[in-house]
Structures are given as C-alpha cells and as structure tokens.
C-alpha cells in the first residue's frame, strides 16, 4: 500500500515553467514503477509520463516530448514532473500514479495507487 500526494500545480503563462511533486508513504517506494496522467474538463485521463522503479528508463506520450521530464528521488520517496515550455493544452487536473507487480515495465495504465491530483493552468 502507498498513498501518494500531488503538489506544485498552479496558474503559469503559456511558455512558461512548473515542476509538480508527488511524495509517497511507506518504505517501498523503490519497487513501484511512477506515472504522472491528467485530465482536462470533459475528457478522459491520459497518460503523460512514466520512469521506471531505477529512474533508469522514461517514456512520454508524444504531446509532450522535449517538454516535460518525469524523475524521481528514491531515498526521499517522491516523483517529479518538470513541465517546460507550457501550453494552454496542458490545462489539466495532473495526477501521480504508482505500480507494483513482477515486471520493471513502463506502463502506461493499470496503475494501482493514485493521488488526488493537482490542477494545472496555463493561460494564453
């Protein structure tokens, strides 16, 4: 079990930057693999970022390649998201995710664990 909480969401300029958090309960951080989704007003969640359990390997949907990085601090339990070079199509409500399991894969769904999320604004 893990809980999971988002922080660092906010209102930024098109252009501009932010750099979202998620800390993690428990000691077993390391052996879950951490996504980042989000979800605009009248859409589904997508996926927008997964780093695998060494922080070794990262995979992006495409909307957001060259823009955002996903890492993660093992030691201090938490994931990050730096988002660069922000559009307005980035509007979302952005959650963390974690998940267990055999395999050090990159998923991009079924993830076990999510935070409340954190919304994201980005102004034209």
């Known amino acids: 079990q893990v809980q999971l909480v988002e922080s660092g969401g906010g209102l930024v300029q098109a252009g501009g930057s932010l750099r979202l958090r998620c800390a993690a309960s428990g000691r077993t951080f390391s052996s879950y693999t951490m996504g980042w989704f989000r979800q605009a007003p009248g859409t589904e969640r997508e996926f927008v970022a997964v780093?695998?359990?060494?922080?070794?390997?990262?995979f992006y949907v495409d909307s957001v390649k060259g823009r955002f990085t996903i890492s993660r601090d093992n030691p201090k339990n938490t994931a990050f998201l730096q988002m660069n070079s922000m559009k307005p199509e980035d509007t979302a409500v952005y959650y963390c995710?974690?998940?267990?399991?055999?395999?050090?894969?990159?998923?991009?769904?079924?993830?076990?664990?999510w935070g409340q999320g954190t919304q994201v604004s980005v102004s034209s």
């Open positions: 995710a974690a998940k267990g399991g055999k395999y050090d894969n990159l998923y991009t769904t079924g993830y076990d664990f």
């Open positions: 780093i695998n359990r060494s922080g070794g390997r990262t």
